[in-house]
């Protein structure tokens, strides 16, 4: 994967607190007791193949935890100051805290080391902050689109109708739920929450209305052309 991934979140509210994320390609080793939501069994998702024999904690769990500890108790929509930067450029936005967080905890997630999420790794290395649907869903697809490929050239059967992709974003969407459910209980603010479930809703539109989603893309290329 060449050089490690290093990207660098900060957030700037309007009272002047900072918070301060540092994300690499490498998962983080929370130290001290954890909290019991991180446990592996607790709400599991459906199609995780650990075992808490190998695995006392979920992975995923355990790389978001800080910031779900650090956001836990404050309001989805306030305003903040964030800058993004990683080894080849910054990125700068005023926006409401569950847009960031979104992002932030998209790329935790991906980086964790968790089997089903992994799949989204290669697309972390390439993080994109603040992306929006329209742009979620056109690196979604040029990224898998490359991968078959690639599958092609080394003599391997390509997926053209993206159906692996499909399946792959419901796989994630099962991780979405179950983590939605693990934090719901800690957070008294909704940052977090609404984090996630917006996370979730942009996932979705990969598998429930990929095709939908496609046509608005075309349509727009048409008119650009146009």
């Known amino acids: 994967m060449g050089k490690s991934m290093n990207v660098h979140y900060d957030f700037r509210f309007q009272d002047g607190r900072r918070v301060e994320f540092k994300v690499t390609d490498k998962p983080s080793r929370p130290s001290g007791k954890l909290p019991s939501w991180t446990q592996l069994e607790h709400c599991q998702c459906s199609n995780c193949p650990l075992k808490a024999s190998e695995s006392s904690h979920c992975p995923a769990a355990t790389e978001i935890l800080p910031v779900v500890e650090a956001f836990r108790d404050e309001d989805a929509y306030q305003k903040v100051e964030v800058k993004v930067t990683d ?77 692996g992709l499909v399946e792959r974003s419901q796989r994630l969407q099962l991780v979405n739920q179950a983590l939605w459910q693990r934090i719901h209980s800690v957070c008294k603010g909704d940052s977090n929450l609404k984090a996630l479930l917006n996370f979730f809703s942009m996932a979705s539109s990969v598998s429930f209305s990929l095709e939908s989603q496609l046509r608005k893309l075309e349509a727009k290329m048409e008119g650009e052309r146009g």
């Open 87 to 163: 080894d080849r450029r910054s990125y700068e936005k005023q926006t409401a805290l569950e847009e960031a967080l979104r992002s932030l905890l998209g790329l935790k997630m991906a980086t964790s080391g968790c089997p089903v999420l992994s799949e989204l790794k290669p697309m972390a290395v390439h993080h994109l902050p603040f992306a929006n649907t329209d742009e979620f869903i056109m690196r979604s697809v040029s990224h898998y689109l490359l991968q078959q490929y690639f599958a092609k050239r080394n003599h391997q059967t390509p997926d053209w109708e993206l159906k």
